[in-house]
T-cell receptor, first 113, second 116 residues
Framework: DAGITQSPRHKVTETGTPVTLRCHQT?????MYWYRQDPGHGLRLIHY???????DKGEVSDGYSVSRSKTEDFLLTLESATSSQTSVYFC????????????FGQGTRLTVV | AQTVTQSQPEMSVQEAETVTLSCTYD???????LFWYKQPPSRQMILVIR??????QNATENRFSVNFQKAAKSFSLKISDSQLGDTAMYFC?????????????FGAGTTVTVRA
């Protein structure tokens, strides 16, 4: 299995509080992604990174920010959590030998109450 | 932006039978990749099969094969000799082939249930 770890795996938080999810990889892959998964929508891209300090918005980036200060870590921050951000969040990496092959973390279930 | 459409929310198949999942996509790119991912109840995302757009030959991985129709922008997945372990949600996905732009876009998914 690819070395990709998400933390925390589960979190319950209150509306209006900031939340940070961490994605850590040991594969030295260049590209990292944050997705959210909701019923009926599949996985939707929140933010994407193509290198250290190089990020780009995805299709559902409002209310989220990211940072990548080193290759192995990609942080997703919900600046002020809302109930609509209750979801399962996945991190993914790509850019290995097969640059297009993406590996996924195990997901973080976030509940905003 | 690329869009990926899976028109079948759910499908059911008898064990040992064949099932075909549909996927269409919209893009102006000429070079890209298409994928099918499997997500079993464990929630883990597993790559099933990959297709490069520049290759005309359809990809095959054991019991899984695709029918790639580039002009029609269609990319269907056939699961042959279905097994109980194939029960999962299946996602079709698209990736451009551009430096610094390897964003992966997904369809809404198709839930496949294999009946004993």
């Amino acid at each position: 299995d690819a070395g990709i770890t998400q933390s925390p795996r589960h979190k319950v938080t209150e509306t209006g509080t900031p939340v940070t999810l961490r994605c850590h990889q040991t594969e030295n892959h260049r590209y990292m992604y944050w997705y959210r998964q909701d019923p009926g929508h599949g996985l939707r891209l929140i933010h994407y990174s193509y290198g250290v300090k190089d990020t780009d918005k995805g299709e559902v980036s409002d209310g989220y920010s990211v940072s990548r200060s080193k290759t192995e870590d990609f942080l997703l921050t919900l600046e002020s959590a809302t109930s609509s951000q209750t979801s399962v969040y996945f991190c993914a990496i790509s850019g290995g030998v097969l640059v297009t092959e993406a590996f996924f973390g195990q997901g973080t279930r976030l509940t905003v109450v | 932006a690329q869009t990926v459409t899976q028109s079948q929310p759910e499908m059911s198949v008898q064990e040992a039978e064949t099932v075909t999942l549909s996927c269409t996509y919209d893009t102006s790119e000429n070079n890209y990749y298409l994928f099918w991912y499997k997500q079993p109840p464990s929630r883990q995302m597993i790559l099933v099969i990959r297709q490069e757009a520049y290759k005309q030959q359809n990809a095959t991985e054991n019991r899984f094969s695709v029918n790639f129709q580039k002009a029609a922008k269609s990319f269907s997945l056939k699961i042959s000799d279905s097994q109980l372990g194939d029960t999962a949600m299946y996602f079709c996905a698209f990736m451009k082939h551009r430096t610094n732009d390897y964003k992966l876009s997904f369809g809404a998914g198709t839930t496949v249930t294999v009946r004993a």
